[in-house]
């Protein structure tokens, strides 16, 4: 079944008007202590590998060679979990320590757009099938855009 | 019988209602089902390594109190949302029909939405329910990368000519990352534009 269908889309225009403030705050509020739980969870799950990975471990997972080093950083920049600014952060020390910045393109965007712990959040709100193709091809296009930075930089000296 | 995902037998996919809180007769949702696994692996981290797992709550804690106003923001716009914005009106400007401007939309949106993706899932699905388009949906979240107020810092660490080149390639993959997504989801003959 297409989930468009699924998902209501199809069924906007004839479900009628406005509500009023009452209902619509009823309405908002249901919606919203369903997605709590859920929310509270990911927030957990985020914090445990936060506290669990320190910041030294990225460095050594790369290799050296430029096109396993990309896909390596996409991988863990998929894992990884928090404020975009640490991937800077993180990104920065690794540009220091001499990793490609293919590989650290490819890891700040993985970081930013695919989300392996807040998965079964988007999967549960959004549904599994949504979740996975978009994380599934933002993954693959944090290695292409990777690609694509680094030569642009390079055509631009 | 668990809120299961994948808009099989003409149930919506994704959270419509049950998934959340316990369900009416007492059973539990898999909302409540998936912050009870949580909390159960803080239980075995904690049996692991005690440090670690008061350290992950020390650092939940500062995320909680981080998040709070953006929630607020979502509670707000899902209120308004609700409120003032009929469906037909959402379907319009996100919907089958909306073309060019949907995508503006839904880009210049995730640019703007401030705090993390996971708050903005809630009233994404929320408007999906009026008749936002996957595409659009998927667009927003990968435009949630776009974070104007962090391009100094990014231009600190990386020179001002990597973060527009990475921008600008994010901008435009934002757009074939909703084609894509929303191709896939089965909108074939929606995003002529």
Redo the contacts between chains.
């Keep these: 079944?297409?989930?468009?269908?699924?998902?209501?889309?199809g069924g906007?225009?004839g479900?009628?008007?406005?509500?009023g403030?009452v209902k619509?705050?009823r309405?908002?509020l249901n919606?919203?202590?369903?997605?709590?739980?859920?929310?509270?969870?990911?927030?957990?799950?985020?914090?445990?590998a936060?506290?669990?990975v320190p910041k030294e471990f990225y460095s050594s997972v790369f290799t050296g060679n430029e096109i396993l080093d990309s896909l390596i950083g996409a991988v863990f920049g998929s894992l990884a979990a928090g404020n975009?600014?640490t991937s800077?952060?993180i990104?920065?020390e690794l540009?220091l320590r001499g990793i490609s910045?293919v590989a650290i393109?490819a890891f700040?965007?993985a970081w930013?757009?695919v989300?392996v712990v807040?998965f079964?959040?988007?999967?549960?709100?959004?549904?599994?099938?949504?979740?996975f193709?978009?994380n599934l091809?933002?993954f693959l296009?944090s290695i292409?855009?990777a690609c694509?930075?680094v030569f642009?930089?390079g055509v631009?000296g | 019988m668990k809120a299961k995902a994948g808009g099989k037998e003409g149930r919506p996919e994704g959270m419509s209602g049950g998934a959340g809180m316990g369900k009416p007769g007492g059973r539990i949702g898999t909302g409540m089902k998936f912050l009870l696994v949580s909390c159960l692996v803080y239980v075995v981290a904690y049996v692991a390594s005690p440090e670690l797992a008061l350290s992950a709550i020390s650092v939940f804690l500062r995320m909680v109190v981080n998040i709070l106003p953006a929630l607020a923001l979502v509670l707000g716009m899902m209120f308004a949302v609700n409120l003032l914005l009929e469906p037909g009106k959402i379907a319009r400007y996100l919907g089958r029909e909306s073309g060019a401007k949907g995508w503006l939309i839904a880009i210049g949106g995730g640019i703007l939405s401030a705090g993390p993706i996971y708050a903005w899932y809630p009233m994404l699905a929320e408007l999906r329910k009026h008749g936002m388009k996957d595409s659009l949906i998927a667009a927003f979240l990968y435009n949630r990368a776009v974070k104007i107020p962090l391009i100094p810092i990014m231009v600190y660490y990386f020179g001002w000519i990597f973060t527009a080149i990475l921008t600008i390639y994010m901008l435009a993959f934002s757009v074939i990352n909703g084609f894509i997504v929303g191709f896939k989801r089965g909108e074939r003959n929606d995003n002529s534009g």
Excluded: C, N
């Excluded at chain 1, 479900?15 to 509500?19: D, I, K, L, M, P």
């Excluded at chain 1, 919606?31 to 445990?48: D, E, K, N, R, T």
């Design positions: 079944m297409d989930s468009k269908k699924d998902s209501g889309q906007a225009e479900r009628g008007t406005r509500q403030p619509s705050m309405k908002t919606a919203f202590s369903q997605m709590i739980p859920i929310i509270i969870g990911v927030l957990l799950l985020i914090s445990l936060t506290a669990a975009p600014v800077y952060v990104g920065g540009l910045l393109a700040i965007l930013v757009t989300g807040q079964p959040a988007e999967s549960m709100i959004l549904g599994r099938g949504f979740a193709k978009r091809v933002s296009m292409v855009i694509l930075v642009s930089l631009l």
